[in-house]
């Protein structure tokens, strides 16, 4: 039986997680038992409950109680549901909230890139990818075309910031993915070195004169492959690049020199994609 709470008060403590505190103090790595991150929406939250995510804690519109979010109410069991109007609810978390529903889950504990990765034939390594929106684009395209998982660079953005999350439309559910060490020291020699050690090949995507092209059938015909993607703007660091088997780009027409790593992840995720 859910707990619906009205809310009175919006500096009450119990609403800190909506609201007040930072994605870094969400994410809590020194204590990661205790992690949270927020999903938004009805359907993003369906996925995360399909994917056994726990719920700690919904905030929603009134009028949602009995509206889209009443399914997800009553998936959640017993856990509080806070609930006022949408200006109030603005106010407390400072933008109006998409389909006006939010949930606070708790993180759940990575696999390590060996358990991930023992029967996967195609992977994504995301390098210093710092923009949530190409994080969460980028986990939507390897759900939908079949990538077996994604490993994320210490230095890159967390794929459960909310923003990541919502772009994802949930995906980020459905795609196994954990990090690639823990510190940036960790990553490309040792990070390269597993995945070597684990069977795979690895292809840079990169803009380089000595690039193969994207449809080099070579690619396809490996039996493990690792599709390595940069940063925004500066792409892969020289080691990486210099550090895997291949260097692959994209051809491209009008002299137009690339792709955002998005729109690149899914041209690549689809013409690499296992045969």
Request: a negative charge; glycine letters at 8%.
């Amino acid at each position: 039986m859910p707990h619906i709470m009205e809310i009175t008060d919006i500096s009450a403590p119990e609403l800190d997680v909506f609201a007040r505190l930072t994605e870094a103090q969400l994410r809590s790595r020194q204590e990661p038992e205790k992690g949270i991150f927020i999903a938004e929406s009805p359907k993003v939250i369906g996925r995360a409950l399909d994917a056994g995510y726990e719920p700690v804690s919904l905030l929603m519109e009134r009028r949602q109680i009995e509206g889209q979010a009443r399914d997800i109410i009553a998936r959640c069991g017993e856990v509080p549901v806070y609930t006022a109007g949408r200006a109030l609810l603005a106010g407390l978390t400072g933008y109006e909230l998409t389909r006006g529903v939010l949930c606070a889950m708790r993180r759940p504990e990575l696999p390590s890139v060996e358990e991930l990765c023992a029967h996967a034939r195609r992977v994504a390594v995301l390098e210093g990818i710092v923009d949530s929106t190409n994080i969460g684009a980028i986990f939507r395209s390897a759900a939908a075309l079949n990538m077996d998982a994604v490993l994320v660079t210490p230095s890159c953005s967390d794929p459960l910031y909310r923003r990541a999350v919502r772009v994802s439309m949930g995906t980020v559910f459905q795609v196994p993915w954990t990090r690639i060490g823990n510190e940036v020291s960790d990553w490309p020699g040792q990070g390269l070195r597993r995945l070597r050690r684990l069977g795979f090949k690895t292809a840079a995507m990169a803009l380089s004169e000595t690039a193969i092209s994207i449809e080099e059938p070579a690619l396809c015909g490996e039996e493990r492959l690792a599709i390595v993607l940069g940063t925004e703007g500066d792409g892969l660091a020289d080691g990486t690049i210099a550090g895997c088997d291949y260097t692959v780009r994209i051809p491209m027409a009008h002299h137009v020199d690339s792709l955002n790593v998005a729109a690149a992840s899914a041209v690549a995720f689809w013409q690499l994609r296992a045969r």
